[in-house]
């Protein structure tokens, strides 16, 4: 059925809750796991001094959400691989998609931006619209 799955994770309860979802459907199709934190960038930054200071900052906070990851997966005997990439959430998860040829992409329905999701459209619904793969979003 799918042989690999890519999980985009923002560290919001709502992403683990997909992320569950993701290892049950990892281990029953005996597939690879591979989850996808996206270290976002919000601003123009005026040197490269910020950027760095951004990235690092960006992967202090997802540091105890790949632990917490790592230790799932080691639970349920799942192949699981880490991606941190730095940019704009929905195309970093799309080329991802393409360039490793995911067949399905699993995500939560709200993040951490729940409120402007509900004002101006989430990035869950941009990525439906837009993967390369099919989606399986978990609310």
Known sequence: MFAKI???????EGAFKAFGVALDLAALCQAEL????VEEVPYLPTTIDEVVEQEDE???RFAPVIQRAR???SLRSVNFAVHEVTGHPVRKIVEMLEAQRFNLLVIGF???AAIYERLIGGTADRL???APAAVLVVK
């Open 58 to 60: 960006e992967r202090r």
């Open 34 to 37: 591979h989850m996808v934190c």
């Open 6 to 12: 890519l999980h985009a994770n923002d560290g919001s």
């Open 71 to 73: 230790k799932l997966a």
């Open 128 to 130: 439906v619209r837009m």
């Open 110 to 112: 709200h993040g951490h």
